[in-house]
Protein backbone atom coordinates (compact mmCIF):
# COMPACT_ATOMS: atom_id res chain seq x y z
CA UNK A 1 0.00 0.00 0.00
CA UNK A 2 1.02 3.46 -0.88
CA UNK A 3 1.62 6.36 1.80
CA UNK A 4 -0.53 8.70 -0.04
CA UNK A 5 -0.24 11.82 3.10
CA UNK A 6 3.87 11.26 2.45
CA UNK A 7 3.94 11.08 -1.17
CA UNK A 8 1.59 14.43 -1.54
CA UNK A 9 3.85 16.31 0.95
CA UNK A 10 6.97 15.18 -0.86
CA UNK A 11 5.51 16.15 -4.62
CA UNK A 12 4.73 19.47 -2.20
CA UNK A 13 8.61 19.92 -1.20
CA UNK A 14 9.99 19.07 -4.36
CA UNK A 15 7.03 22.07 -6.24
CA UNK A 16 5.42 19.42 -8.52
CA UNK A 17 1.45 19.50 -8.98
CA UNK A 18 -0.43 16.21 -9.79
CA UNK A 19 -0.38 17.06 -13.15
CA UNK A 20 3.22 17.34 -13.52
CA UNK A 21 3.95 14.10 -11.79
CA UNK A 22 1.07 12.47 -14.31
CA UNK A 23 3.18 14.02 -17.79
CA UNK A 24 6.06 12.26 -16.47
CA UNK A 25 4.01 8.96 -15.95
CA UNK A 26 2.59 9.18 -19.57
CA UNK A 27 -1.08 8.90 -17.11
CA UNK A 28 -3.59 11.44 -16.82
CA UNK A 29 -3.42 13.63 -13.95
CA UNK A 30 -6.40 11.76 -12.96
CA UNK A 31 -5.42 8.48 -12.69
CA UNK A 32 -2.16 9.58 -10.89
CA UNK A 33 -3.94 11.32 -8.30
CA UNK A 34 -6.37 7.85 -7.88
CA UNK A 35 -3.18 6.04 -7.83
CA UNK A 36 -1.19 8.38 -5.14
CA UNK A 37 -4.65 8.28 -3.31
CA UNK A 38 -4.72 4.08 -3.50
CA UNK A 39 -7.63 3.87 -5.38
CA UNK A 40 -5.91 2.13 -8.09
CA UNK A 41 -2.79 0.02 -8.15
CA UNK A 42 0.81 1.50 -9.24
CA UNK A 43 2.97 -0.42 -10.96
CA UNK A 44 6.20 -1.23 -10.35
CA UNK A 45 7.88 0.89 -12.78
CA UNK A 46 5.49 3.76 -12.01
CA UNK A 47 6.82 3.68 -8.60
CA UNK A 48 10.65 3.42 -9.82
CA UNK A 49 9.76 6.63 -12.06
CA UNK A 50 7.80 8.50 -8.70
CA UNK A 51 10.74 7.75 -6.42
CA UNK A 52 13.19 9.08 -9.48
CA UNK A 53 11.03 11.66 -10.16
CA UNK A 54 10.78 12.97 -6.44
CA UNK A 55 14.25 12.23 -5.61
CA UNK A 56 13.30 9.87 -2.30
CA UNK A 57 16.67 8.44 -1.07
CA UNK A 58 17.88 4.89 -1.53
CA UNK A 59 16.34 2.74 1.72
CA UNK A 60 13.60 5.88 2.20
CA UNK A 61 10.93 4.06 -0.73
CA UNK A 62 9.38 1.68 2.27
CA UNK A 63 8.63 4.68 3.95
CA UNK A 64 6.39 6.25 0.96
CA UNK A 65 5.40 2.81 -1.17
CA UNK A 66 5.52 -0.12 1.54
CA UNK A 67 3.04 1.00 4.49
Known sequence: MINS???RGRIY???YT????AKHLGI???TAGQKIAGNRVMNLNEA???KRILHIPDGEE???FFV
Do not use: A
Open 13 to 15: EQG
Open 28 to 30: SPY
Open 18 to 21: IGKI
Open 62 to 64: KDY
Open 5 to 7: RKI
Open 48 to 50: IML
